[in-house]
């Protein structure tokens, strides 16, 4: 593991640990539309700072970077340092392509969180919460600290090599891609699976149920849910996604205005008994 | 009773905020917040047994993305409290706990909605414009206005107690509650959303329907969707590689067809 912090510039290095430190910070803000894509941003400023030096590809890259990231914390700085050597090859080359960065973004954080919230959440959560509820029952103060510890020692650790791991692999592939002239395919590709991932993230988050049934003598006869669902499994979301989606892109509506209009439509769907 | 109510509500803004600010490190669960409120009020020992006791409850939740139960975090710091002040252990405690629990979860679901969900346009409008020094500002202030405000309710939370807290929630109509639920579960919508008009491309959009049509109806875990789509990007790269190389070949003259089919299709 030493050899991979090795192999990279000590000025590389130096950023690379901001960006590590800047990352506990990734859900400090988070929001339904964003999620940590704040945090994200905040944790990249070192980097693009060093990067760009016209204000013009300075403002690029933090746009780029304020939008919807999640993924579990542990994980999350293999994304950045991936993405940090992929804003560096944008630095020097004319021609690179920026929407492969959010796309390399959005296809890899679906899965590294899947990974990362059963490895963290799932189970190591649970073993150091087994042990230390075992040793606070016979009332043992070290409980609490014991449980931090088994926690955040394996995170801490991940996360942190996580950031060199991410950088490298990234650098040392992004150059080799750029001397074939790969990108162009690679970024089709990684395209693909952020499309994939999205459509699978919009049908596993994006959730809606309607209650609504019709009776006939104190027995359902038609129950709208399980009707909807035979049309096709997931209809509302898919649809309200791709509503959005032509808003924001056709229309030029404002998150703004999607935000408060999905609120009204969640209480007014509640308030009329829909869901 | 201030001081006590001060203690706690400074626990929670410590732990439960303090998890969300460094990196969700598991300071907000129960096992973390019992020993210190027993710590801040006197009573280490009893911290300890209702922070095991809640912790231990509360094993099964983590609420990560969208919420739904109670929030472990205030619930045990006002639990452990009140067990420490009136006396009666953990059952006690967990009696009080659940309903500030789900008080909780819902002012911080309000939070969540309202107050940073409202900034996320302004930070996008920030980063265009390349104000750095503002988004670092809303980013760390957001937390801190968003946590102070919710520590308040374990602050008032200890000073009236917990009849009111359970009259309170009784108070709120149903449907706002539900409704609040609905819009957590809808607004990523817009997320994904923005993901799209990073990605959408009119000639590979239609994978953007697999993922959603596999996950919907195969139930796929996202990992094996991954892997689904990998492999699919694999074959599409891998065609799209050959034809590249096919029309770099075509351009030259000296040309080596091996394959007979190629050379077919050449000829033409």
């Known amino acids: ?275 | 009773m201030l001081v006590q109510a001060t203690l706690v509500a400074l626990a929670v803004f410590i732990c439960v905020g303090g998890a969300e600010l460094i990196g969700l490190s598991m300071l907000n669960r129960p096992i973390v917040i019992g020993p210190l409120v027993g710590l801040l009020l006197g009573d280490l020992h009893t911290g300890v047994l209702i922070g095991a006791a809640l912790e231990a409850v509360f094993m099964g939740i983590v609420n990560i993305g969208g919420a739904q139960a109670a929030e472990p975090g205030i619930a045990t710091a006002v639990g452990t409290a009140f067990a420490i002040t009136v006396g009666g252990g953990s059952q006690v405690a967990l009696t009080l706990a659940i309903p500030i629990g789900i008080l909780g979860l819902q002012v911080k679901n309000l939070l969540y909605i309202f107050l940073v969900g409202f900034f996320a346009p302004v930070f996008d409008k920030l980063a265009v414009k390349g104000e750095e020094r503002k988004i670092i500002t809303l980013h760390f202030g957001l937390w801190a206005v968003n946590w102070f405000l919710y520590s308040l309710v374990a602050f008032f939370g200890i000073l009236v107690g917990s009849d009111a807290v359970q009259a309170l929630l009784n108070a709120i109509p149903h449907f706002i509650l539900n409704g609040l639920t609905i819009c957590g579960n809808l607004l990523l919508a817009v997320g994904m959303a923005m993901l799209l008009r990073l990605l959408w491309n009119n000639k590979i959009a239609v994978f953007f329907f697999l993922g959603f049509v596999v996950v919907a109806y195969l139930k796929l875990p996202l990992v094996a969707l991954a892997a689904l789509g990998i492999i699919v990007a694999i074959v599409i790269a891998y065609n799209d590689f050959e034809i590249s190389q096919l029309a770099k070949a075509g351009v030259g003259e000296n040309v080596q067809v091996t394959d007979s089919e190629e050379e077919d299709f050449f000829d033409e």
Request: charged content about 15%; glycine content about 8%.
């Open chain 1, 1 to 275: 593991m030493s050899n991979l912090t090795k192999e990279i510039p000590k000025e590389e290095r130096v950023l690379l640990r901001k960006i590590f430190w800047r990352s506990f910070t990734l859900y400090s803000s988070v929001s339904p539309a964003k999620q940590g894509g704040s945090g994200f941003c905040y944790s990249m400023m070192p980097f693009i700072n060093k990067l760009y030096n016209n204000p013009e590809d300075k403002k690029e890259a933090l746009s780029r970077h304020m939008s919807y990231f999640s993924a579990t914390i542990p994980m999350s700085t293999f994304i950045m340092g991936l993405t940090a050597s992929m804003e560096k090859e944008n630095s020097m080359r004319e021609d690179f392509d920026t929407t492969s960065i959010n796309a390399v973004k959005s296809s890899l954080m679906g899965p590294l969180s899947g990974i990362g919230d059963s490895i963290f959440w799932g189970v190591i959560r649970v073993i150091a919460a087994g042990v230390a509820v075992s040793m606070g029952q016979s009332g043992n103060v070290l409980a609490p600290i014991i449980f931090l510890l088994l926690f955040n020692i394996p995170a801490v650790v991940i996360k942190y090599y996580g950031t060199f791991l991410g950088y490298s692999l990234g650098a040392k592939y992004i150059e080799k891609l750029y001397a074939s002239g790969l990108i162009n395919i690679l970024t089709k590709a990684a395209s693909i699976v952020g499309l994939i991932m999205v459509g699978g993230m919009t049908s596993q988050m994006v959730n809606f149920k309607t209650t609504v049934q019709f009776k006939m003598g104190g027995t359902s006869v038609l129950n709208l849910q399980n009707m909807l669902d035979q049309i096709f499994v997931g209809i509302i979301p898919l649809g309200l996604t791709l509503l959005c989606f032509y808003l924001m892109k056709n229309k030029k509506v404002s998150i703004n205005i999607l935000l408060i209009a999905i609120i009204i439509l969640g209480i007014l769907l509640s308030a009329l008994g829909i869901a």
